[in-house]
Structure formats: structure tokens, C-alpha cells
């Protein structure tokens, strides 16, 4: 039953851009292939799905002007799309600020963090390293992958070749460097 509800809440995104949900479907294949290499235990293993499937619910609360802009994001604009990891957060837990009893508060913060950094210049917390929670550490580099291999209003879809080579290049920076090696050995990427 929770799969079910988890599944249709991540759905929800496609009536805001079907690009949504393909690309949290996308994302949690990603994921599940970086785990199957970890070997990490089965409620582990559904919590990162979980979370991969909703990191992106957060974008239903962003405005389509923004959202769907064919160019560049103004300053004020990309400070309102830096919000979505946050509202997608606040969407998960109960309006009145207490876990919600259905959803793992590891399935939130992996939602909430996503757009971390390992040097610490990601958002929304500023967090770095091994702060940041694992299961976002793994949706990170799942979500820019495909992100990079998708075409978008604003861009042409890189090469599968092009975006292994910018992970690696973000590798240490903006990537959890041991999350990069295990993703680069799955050959998801060729």
C-alpha cells in the first residue's frame, strides 16, 4: 500500500511536466543500479528508492514560467527554483512540522538534499561531505546524470559519454567521489 502511495504521489508530477515523472522514474533506476553495487540492506535499499522517485516533488510548487523557461534563469528566478528541494521536504512531513507517519524521515532528508555539494556550496543547507546524507549523496549524481542526458527547453541532451566525463569532472566537488566510482562501474552510463 505505502509503495502504491508513493508511486501515485510521484506521479502527480506529470500533471505539472510529464519531463517530471520520467525523469524521477529515471533517477530511481539510476539509483538502483548504484545499489545494487553497495549491497546495502533491503530498507535501505527502498528508502533511496523512495526517495529518487519523490526528489523532484518539490517542482509541483514552482511556477511554469520559471519551470519551463527555453533560456537562462534571472537571479530571482533561480532563488525561487532552489526552494523545491525544501517545499518537496515540507510536502512530505505533516503541516504541522511533525514526521509524517507514513513517509521515512530518511526518505525526506534524501528529498530535502539532494542538491548538496560535497565541498559544501550546494543548497538548501550548505551541507558537506559526509553531512549529507547518503541516500541524497547517491540521488545526486543519479538526478545530474540524467538530467545532462535529457533534452530540456533550454538545452540539447548531452552524449552519455560527455555527461560520465562532467561527473568525473564534478567529482570531489559537487559528487561524493566513492558515489562517482561505484556509478561509473555500473555501466549505466554506456
Excluded at 46 to 59: N, P, V, W
Excluded at 86 to 103: C, I, K, Q, W, Y
Excluded at 124 to 143: C, F, N, Q, S, T
Aim: aromatic residues 6%; hydrophobic residues 40%.
Amino acid at each position: 500500500m505505502l509503495v502504491h502511495a508513493i508511486e501515485t504521489l510521484s506521479g502527480l508530477s506529470d500533471l505539472k511536466d510529464s519531463y517530471l515523472t520520467k525523469h524521477q522514474q529515471n533517477v530511481c533506476l539510476y539509483s538502483a543500479v548504484l545499489l545494487k553495487t553497495l549491497h546495502l540492506p533491503g530498507d535501505l535499499f527502498e528508502t533511496i528508492r523512495q526517495s529518487a522517485l519523490l526528489h523532484d516533488i518539490g517542482k509541483i510548487g514552482i511556477p511554469n514560467s520559471i519551470l519551463f523557461r527555453p533560456g537562462r534563469l534571472t537571479h530571482n528566478e533561480w532563488e525561487i527554483m532552489r526552494l523545491h528541494p525544501v517545499t518537496g521536504a515540507e510536502l512530505l512531513s505533516n503541516r504541522n512540522g511533525n514526521l509524517n507517519p507514513f513517509v521515512n524521515n530518511e526518505v525526506i532528508n534524501g528529498v530535502k538534499s539532494h542538491h548538496e555539494r560535497w565541498d559544501g556550496a550546494g543548497y538548501p543547507d550548505g551541507l558537506k561531505g559526509e553531512d549529507i546524507p547518503l541516500v541524497a549523496r547517491i540521488i545526486a549524481v543519479a538526478d545530474a546524470y540524467d538530467a545532462m542526458t535529457s533534452n530540456r527547453p533550454y538545452r540539447k541532451a548531452l552524449p552519455k559519454e560527455e555527461a560520465a566525463k562532467e561527473i568525473i569532472r564534478c567529482s570531489g566537488k559537487q559528487f561524493d567521489p566513492r558515489v562517482v566510482a561505484l556509478f561509473l562501474n555500473t555501466n549505466v552510463t554506456f
